[in-house]
């Protein structure tokens, strides 16, 4: 590693935030490495304030329209499990999934959070404010193998 950005490591934690609560994602970059990227990037700029839309009757999935630019599908999936974190190409969504399910569309699989922080997205209401920001350390502490 030459340089101290976190652009270099296999895996980022990003951190989604309100004023009241906190939960960390950790991406893996070799889920997804060109949607990874470009959400590093785009977040490497700066934090961004994202509206929740949460998935009604069951709170299935809280998602967070996002544009990070032109990216496809990578390793794509369809049966979700609680925690997972993915991208929606299509919709240009990034969203945390809590409970297992299968979806119409593929989605790329970037993730997971820890499940004690699923509370946190299943408290969301539709049009909350979250900040999204990339957190920067020179040693990432995995919150599990969840992929």
């Given amino acids: 590693m030459t340089s101290g950005r976190s652009m270099m490591v296999g ?4 951190e989604f ?4 609560n906190a939960a960390v994602a950790i991406l ?3 889920l997804a490495p060109r949607t990874i990227g470009l959400i590093e990037r785009t977040l490497f700029r700066g934090s961004l304030r994202l509206r929740a839309v949460v998935r009604p009757p069951n709170r299935e999935e809280a998602s967070f329209p996002i544009r990070i630019g032109r ?5 794509p999936i369809t049966e979700l ?3 997972m974190v993915t991208y929606w190409p299509q919709g240009s969504s990034l969203a945390v999934q809590m409970v297992p ?7 790329n ?4 959070i820890s499940d004690d922080q699923l509370d946190f997205f ?3 209401r539709v049009g909350t404010a979250v900040t999204l920001s990339l957190m920067i350390s020179d040693k990432l502490d995995e919150i599990g193998d969840q992929e």
């Avoid at 895996?11 to 990003?14: D, E």
């Avoid at 399910?101 to 989605?107: A, G």
């Avoid at 699989?109 to 997971?112: C, K, N, P, R, V």
Wanted: hydrophobic letters at 35%.
């Fill in 101 to 107: 399910r299968t979806t119409k569309f593929p989605v």
């Fill in 71 to 75: 990216v496809g599908l990578e390793k």
């Fill in 17 to 20: 935030s309100t004023m009241e």
């Fill in 11 to 14: 895996s980022i934690k990003i």
């Fill in 109 to 112: 699989h970037l993730g997971a």
């Fill in 81 to 83: 499990l609680p925690s």
């Fill in 28 to 30: 893996k970059r070799h």
């Fill in 122 to 124: 299943r408290h969301l």
